[in-house]
């Protein structure tokens, strides 16, 4: 069998994704997820006497280890299936990412398997983030003088 032939087979026989169900999957899930993340941090000034930048802080402790604690169990991959890119793309996909390099890699050891490999996906999300800043401070410096 041919490489043209085996590509026919494949494209033939996987699966065809919705992209507009998906869309707006991602966009109320989205939408709740920011609704649940503003009653977390309400209930936390609310409970706790927290100033908004401390409760919203607190919040983020509660998304990152919840999102790494359910990693842990094996279940946020199901919870992506329904909620799609809502639950990824927040804080919660970047705990993900790190957590799961981390039970990946637990085996191999402390320095070679978790130090080494804990960023493989993370760093990434790390280097973009801090060059756009960067170019984004640039730029409103040229700006805003």
């Not at 032939?5 to 997820?33: C, D, Q």
Request: hydrophobic letters at 50%; charged letters at 15%; aromatic letters at 14%.
């Amino acid at each position: 069998m041919k490489k043209e032939e085996y590509k026919k087979i494949v494209k033939k026989h996987t699966p065809k994704e919705n992209r507009l169900v998906n869309a707006l999957t991602s966009f109320v899930m989205g939408g709740l997820f920011g609704i649940l993340a503003q009653a977390v941090t309400d209930l936390y000034r609310y409970w706790f006497n927290l100033t908004i930048a401390d409760a919203t802080t607190w919040m983020l402790i509660t998304f990152i280890f919840l999102a790494s604690l359910l990693t842990a169990l094996g279940i946020f991959d199901r919870l992506v299936t329904y909620f799609k890119s809502a639950l990824i793309i927040p804080i919660t996909g970047f705990a993900h990412s790190m957590t799961s390099a981390a039970l990946d890699y637990k085996s191999d050891g402390m320095v070679t398997g978790l130090g080494a490999n804990c960023f493989k996906l993370a760093g990434s999300v790390i280097l973009f983030g801090i060059i756009s800043a960067f170019i984004l401070v640039i730029i409103g410096v040229i700006i805003y003088g």
